[in-house]
Nanobody, 126 residues
Framework: QAPLVESGGGSVQAGGSLRLSCPAS????????LGWFRQAPGKEREGVAC???????KYADSVKDRFTISKDSTNNTLYLQMNSLKHEDTAVYYC????????????????????WGQGTQVTVSS
């Protein structure tokens, strides 16, 4: 299967918006839960949001009501729309595919995600 490649990162001021993309068009990814994770300097990687093959979504409390995860049904591109960005959202963001249709565990833990992109940097200045 093709590797996951994130795009759309960049630098933005607090309160701004960015949209991350991650093409996942291979059939392999169409039958998998997909998620977004992030890792800030000196911190552990944390789950941001996930979506299973039925369209059920889950968000970390820290991004709820600000971020939206979605998939384009025609090409299975995964998106993360990030609004009202805060300085603490600064991190490298990764898309990932789980081994199953259902998101593993609570969906926001790295365990169970077996394919990872290389990450895209998001920097939010305060």
């Amino acid at each position: 299967q093709a590797p996951l490649v994130e795009s759309g990162g960049g630098s933005v001021q607090a309160g701004g918006s960015l949209r991350l993309s991650c093409p996942a068009s291979d059939d392999y990814y169409r039958d998998r839960c997909l998620g977004w994770f992030r890792q800030a300097p000196g911190k552990e990687r944390e789950g941001v949001a996930c979506v299973n093959t039925d369209g059920y979504t889950k968000y970390a409390d820290s991004v709820k009501d600000r971020f939206t995860i979605s998939k384009d049904s025609t090409n299975n591109t995964l998106y993360l729309q990030m609004n009202s960005l805060k300085h603490e959202d600064t991190a490298v963001y990764y898309c990932a595919a789980a081994w199953s249709q259902a998101c593993p565990g609570d969906g926001l833990r790295s365990r169970g995600y077996i394919r990872w992109g290389q990450g895209t940097q998001v920097t939010v200045s305060s």
